[in-house]
């Protein structure tokens, strides 16, 4: 069955701190996609990345990074230099290859201190 | 380019009453599914459709029901409302569906609307 896990339920840090939210994640497919998601005050999701499995190649983009590692089923998200923009809930999600369905962690509530 | 609309923002219902809400995707994306946020149990999958075809459903009961039109715009219907489905409900839209999706596409992505705001007394 698939799933995902995000244990840090709430993340305070100082704004220029570097911040790292983690997702572990389950599934039994070899083809899956995994997708990080921000979801500000305002309510919309925003798109952030998708990876597919077979790609662990870590990704940066500006002061966003994120880590692959199948070994350990994580996809860990960086945000370095944070600022108080950055506030928000952060989902992570899970698709398997056969389906559409999006499974989404219980997102992590990111608060960036001034 | 408009983004995925939904309406309406906010909505006041009272138990056993139904509520339909709409979503308006992205011009040209045909595909539109539906998710449920409360902060017990996150962000759960409702359904998908796709050229007018449910494809895909989540674990619901079938008091929640949807539809997709010609013009790729969805609705969602929930009938004798509890207050457990006191929620934001959220849809997102796609131009793609898995079918077309290959192990390295990456420019496949949901866009999401700013969802209704359901409250039920």
Same mark, same amino acid.
């Given at each position: 069955a698939q799933k995902v896990t995000q244990a840090q339920t709430e993340i305070s840090v100082v704004e220029k701190e570097d911040v790292t939210l983690d997702c572990v994640y389950e599934t039994r497919d070899t083809t899956y996609y995994l997708f990080w998601y921000k979801q500000p005050p305002s309510g919309e999701l925003v798109f952030l990345i998708r990876r597919n499995s077979f790609d662990e190649q870590n990704e940066i983009s500006g002061r966003y990074s994120w880590n692959f590692q199948k070994s350990t089923s994580s996809f860990n998200f960086t945000i370095t230099?944070?600022?108080?923009?950055?506030?928000a809930v952060y989902f992570c999600a899970l698709s398997e290859g056969r389906d559409d369905k999006i499974i989404f962690g219980k997102g992590t509530r990111l608060h960036i201190l001034p | 380019k408009a983004g995925v609309t939904q309406t309406p923002r906010y909505l006041i219902k009272t138990r056993g009453q139904q509520v339909t809400l709409s979503c308006s995707p992205i011009s040209g994306h045909r595909s539109v599914s539906w998710y449920q946020q409360t902060p017990g149990q996150g962000l759960q999958f409702l359904f998908e459709y796709f050229s007018e075809t449910q494809r895909n459903k989540g674990n619901? *009961?079938?008091?929640f029901s949807g539809r997709q039109f010609s013009n790729s715009r969805s609705e969602m219907n929930v009938s004798t @409302?509890? @207050?457990?489905?006191s929620a934001l409900y959220l849809c997102a839209s796609s131009s793609l569906s898995y079918r077309d999706?290959? *192990?390295?596409?990456?420019n496949e992505k949901l866009f999401f609307g700013s969802g209704t705001q359901l409250s039920v007394l």
């Amino acid at each position: 069955a698939q799933k995902v896990t995000q244990a840090q339920t709430e993340i305070s840090v100082v704004e220029k701190e570097d911040v790292t939210l983690d997702c572990v994640y389950e599934t039994r497919d070899t083809t899956y996609y995994l997708f990080w998601y921000k979801q500000p005050p305002s309510g919309e999701l925003v798109f952030l990345i998708r990876r597919n499995s077979f790609d662990e190649q870590n990704e940066i983009s500006g002061r966003y990074s994120w880590n692959f590692q199948k070994s350990t089923s994580s996809f860990n998200f960086t945000i370095t230099a944070s600022q108080v923009v950055d506030s928000a809930v952060y989902f992570c999600a899970l698709s398997e290859g056969r389906d559409d369905k999006i499974i989404f962690g219980k997102g992590t509530r990111l608060h960036i201190l001034p | 380019k408009a983004g995925v609309t939904q309406t309406p923002r906010y909505l006041i219902k009272t138990r056993g009453q139904q509520v339909t809400l709409s979503c308006s995707p992205i011009s040209g994306h045909r595909s539109v599914s539906w998710y449920q946020q409360t902060p017990g149990q996150g962000l759960q999958f409702l359904f998908e459709y796709f050229s007018e075809t449910q494809r895909n459903k989540g674990n619901f *009961p079938g008091r929640f029901s949807g539809r997709q039109f010609s013009n790729s715009r969805s609705e969602m219907n929930v009938s004798t @409302l509890e @207050l457990g489905d006191s929620a934001l409900y959220l849809c997102a839209s796609s131009s793609l569906s898995y079918r077309d999706r290959g *192990p390295y596409a990456t420019n496949e992505k949901l866009f999401f609307g700013s969802g209704t705001q359901l409250s039920v007394l």
